[in-house]
């Protein structure tokens, strides 16, 4: 059988996203509720599992090191197997993960390897998504339809950090645990429904889905991966420490309290993310590419150097800032993931998100840990500072790689968004 070019897949009749779509985003959201309780729960955890600094950047870098693994295996796999089966085989394996992360991560030692599974499977749930997008949206509208996948997972995120701080305030880690198991096996079920009746597109089989002769950019694909890789850096890096940064500087007295303020921490964190990967989305689709990528990787690094100098700022201001943080390190990412299926045949973009994903989420999975010891290395007066600092540098190189697309002369327009099916990286 031969099949229709991915741009010409079902979406809505009058051009908006399909229900399909939005049950996808429905299963990001969910998953997303678990990605979080860990750093949400790590000031519980600390005491709990007796760690040090570095040892509580450890699990976390060991979970985005699995995660970035699988990002790897399921781009590479969703070339060959479809994005689809890789989808729905990767959602029903973080459910069971999830449920094992809930029964028996009790200690530095347990939490170290089953959030490593967690991770080696989460990822399956990321790279799939995007292409099932990709495949069914056309480049006008991805953007948008890119945006709100990773809006929903901004919005599970607020709840994951709100949910465990709720748990670790009036119960303990074990309770936010809890959260690993449910919410997964939530957003199977989402997956599912979804991909109902969607085709298992193995792009690689069929000529007829690839970009034009000619049309495929392996100098901007290459600026796009490194600014991804710069991306993730700063990014995981703040998602990791963030919350035990807010808790330190504006802890309450009271349970109460402590509730009150995670609640604030994950609307400030990851509430401004949704909307922000929903605006920039959209933003790209309109502006252009390039210059939404410069604009926050240039924002997102200002925020990185300050935000450790504001730790005796009061409370109203610095959720503020903590806010336009969120807002700024993530704006960017699905401006970057639209810009990706633009710039690569889509034979090959499993492959290519693979590659990204390595690089990027392993220099995100570093990020924790440097920071941890930076911390430890510091005086104490100047250890956010500093460590926040080290995470200033990724959103520079980032701006610094989206800056570097200008100069690329091409015949087409997928990163000003103007005409779809064409190709630049910006007008000389």
């Known amino acids: ?88 085989w990767s959602s029903a394996c973080t459910a069971l993960a999830g449920i094992m992360v809930a029964g028996l991560a009790r200690s530095f030692e347990s939490g170290l390897v089953l959030f490593a599974l967690f991770g080696l499977f989460h990822g399956g749930t990321y790279t799939p998504s995007i292409m099932l997008i990709a495949q069914g949206v056309p480049s006008a509208r991805r953007g948008l339809a890119i945006g709100m996948l990773l809006a929903g997972a901004s919005l599970g995120y607020a709840g994951s950090i709100a949910i465990a701080s709720a748990a670790t305030a009036f119960a303990s880690y074990r309770e936010a645990f809890v959260v690993c198991a449910i919410a997964p096996a939530a957003a199977f079920l989402f997956a599912k429904t979804g991909t109902r009746g969607r085709p298992n597109l193995i792009v690689r089989r069929h000529a ?41 500087a504006l802890a309450a007295s009271s349970a109460a309290g402590q509730l009150v303020l995670g609640v604030w921490i994950g609307i400030a964190i990851h509430l401004s993310g949704c909307l922000s990967a929903f605006t920039m989305g959209h933003a790209s689709d309109r502006f252009g590419r390039r210059t939404v990528l410069v604009l926050l990787g240039i924002l997102g690094a200002a925020s990185s150097l300050a935000i450790g100098w504001l730790e005796q700022a009061p409370a109203a ?112």
């Open 1 to 88: 059988m031969t099949l229709p070019p991915p741009n010409s897949l079902p979406n809505g009749a009058d051009g908006r996203l399909g229900r399909w779509a939005w049950w996808l985003c429905a299963s990001r959201a969910a998953v997303s509720l678990s990605f979080m309780i860990y750093a949400g729960s790590l000031p519980a955890l600390g005491i709990a599992w007796a760690m040090s600094d570095a040892e509580a950047g450890l699990v976390q870098s060991v979970f985005n090191f699995a995660y970035a693994l699988s990002l790897v295996a399921a781009g590479w796999l969703s070339d060959r197997l479809g994005a689809r089966r890789v989808f729905l």
């Open 317 to 428: 201001l610095l959720l503020a800032f903590a806010a336009l943080y969120g807002f700024t390190a993530l704006g960017d990412s699905p401006v970057l993931s639209t810009a990706m299926t633009e710039t690569v045949a889509p034979r090959s973009l499993g492959s290519a998100l693979a590659l990204r994903s390595i690089l990027g989420f392993g220099a995100g999975g570093l990020s924790p840990l440097v920071f941890g010891a930076v911390r430890d290395a510091t005086p104490p007066d100047f250890g956010w500072i500093a460590a926040f600092s080290v995470l200033g540098a990724g959103g520079l190189a980032a701006a610094l790689c989206a800056m570097l697309l200008r100069g690329r002369r091409r015949r087409s327009s997928a990163f000003t968004g103007r005409r779809e099916g064409e190709l630049t990286c910006g007008e000389d």
């Open 208 to 248: 007829s889905v690839d970009l034009p002769k000619g049309q495929s950019d392996r100098h901007a694909s290459i600026l796009l991966t490194l600014g991804y890789t710069a991306h993730c850096w700063e990014l995981l890096g703040m998602w990791a420490w963030m919350p035990a940064f807010l808790l330190s």
